[in-house]
């Protein structure tokens, strides 16, 4: 993927995606001048040319309710959107960046095991991407917090426990998992498989 094949992307998008930089977000999270590839990829499975995977994402005024991957192939126009609903919004464009599609799948699987049991609720993003400056003035985020790679997001769903999902992003086993029990959300990262729970005291257990 490069900046050539975004520009064909033509999607019904805020103008805001239409007029962006293409090369600048294309390097935000790939890092420096290595071109970044955005086809979202699973290491882990293989997706069956049957699959069709269908995500609901709610932030503020802002739906992400799409097919996004179908017929065995992924929908750029879908990611981009993804990415913008994923976006700093401290940030204007700078915070519009290339999200980690792996991402894509893990809230899906998680978004279907609750269909399955007759849970049909948006996940609500409470924060996806954030730069430097933004995750230094959130409350008690990490140094090398994996928002700021374009690699984790916190949710929340109505009426759903915060410590089910967790429990079904552990059992996903695709990477990091952090409940914030006060908060009623949860973490969920690509990195490193690990578990870890903020208590009353403010105190990490775990990780």
Known sequence: MDRRDFIKLGAVVPSALLAFDVDN?????????????????????????????????????????????????????????????????HEG????????????????????MLVSHGMREPMNVNSGYRSPRTNAMTEG???????????????????ADATLLGVMGMMMQKGGVGFYPNKNF?????????????GSDGAMRGA
């Open 25 to 89: 977000f294309l390097g935000k999270v790939g890092g420096g001048s290595k071109p970044l590839n955005l086809a979202p990829v699973e290491n882990t499975e293989v997706l069956g040319s049957s699959d069709e995977r269908f995500l609901w994402l709610l932030r503020g005024d802002e739906h992400f309710k799409e097919v996004y991957y179908v017929n065995g192939r992924y929908s750029l126009d879908s990611y981009k959107r993804f990415c913008w609903i994923m976006r700093d919004m």
């Open 141 to 159: 985020s990490a140094k090398n917090s994996y928002h700021m790679k374009g690699k984790a997001i916190d949710i929340t769903i109505a009426g």
């Open 186 to 198: 949860i973490h969920l990262d690509t990195g490193n498989i690990r578990t870890w729970t903020i």
């Open 93 to 112: 464009q700078d915070g519009f960046v290339a999200i980690d599609a792996s991402l894509m799948n893990l809230l899906y699987k998680i978004q279907n």
